[in-house]
């Protein structure tokens, strides 16, 4: 990173944006073209667990290349100044690189529903087999992670 002051280089705070975050922005490479898609996500042990459904896009792209990055974003505030080019946004960003992989069978698939579900509220929560055999769960192992903080 350019600006050293601003790079969030601690494990640690890195994980505090995830945990904060509501959304996960996952880019794919569909070619030479970039996919980015807005998701809901949960975070555990060094993975991104994402869902889907069973067909689509996302999933065709990621069984051609598996390579995924993902963006996440918290505590945004907007710094007006006197001059135009001197506004600014204070923030707290995570940029995450890894591999993803598809998860299979019953009990894989409702480990992973449950980070995702850990990530948004707490509960004991039921997961029907015949509801996940029409869902998708996606393990995106981090390989490389940095962060940006502003402000």
């Not at 100044?81 to 001197?86: E, F, L, M, N």
């Not at 698939?109 to 449950?114: H, Y």
């Amino acid at each position: 990173m350019r600006r050293a002051e601003k790079e969030i280089i601690d494990r640690q705070e890195q994980e505090a944006v995830i945990r904060e975050a509501q959304v996960c922005h996952v880019a794919l490479a569909d070619g030479d073209q970039p996919y980015v898609v807005a998701m809901n996500f949960g975070y555990a042990d060094g993975c991104i667990y994402l869902h889907s459904a069973t067909a689509g896009r996302k999933l065709d792209i990621l069984r051609r290349n598996n390579r995924v990055c993902c963006a996440f974003d918290v505590g945004h505030d907007l710094v007006r100044a006197d001059s135009a080019c001197s506004w600014g946004m204070r923030f707290r960003s995570v940029i995450a690189f890894g591999r993803a992989t598809l998860l299979e069978g019953q009990e894989e698939k409702e480990a992973g529903l449950r980070v995702i579900m850990g990530q948004y509220g707490e509960g004991e929560f039921n997961f029907p087999a015949e509801a996940t055999a029409k869902t998708a769960v996606i393990r995106v192992g981090i390989e490389e992670m940095t962060g940006k903080k502003t402000g």
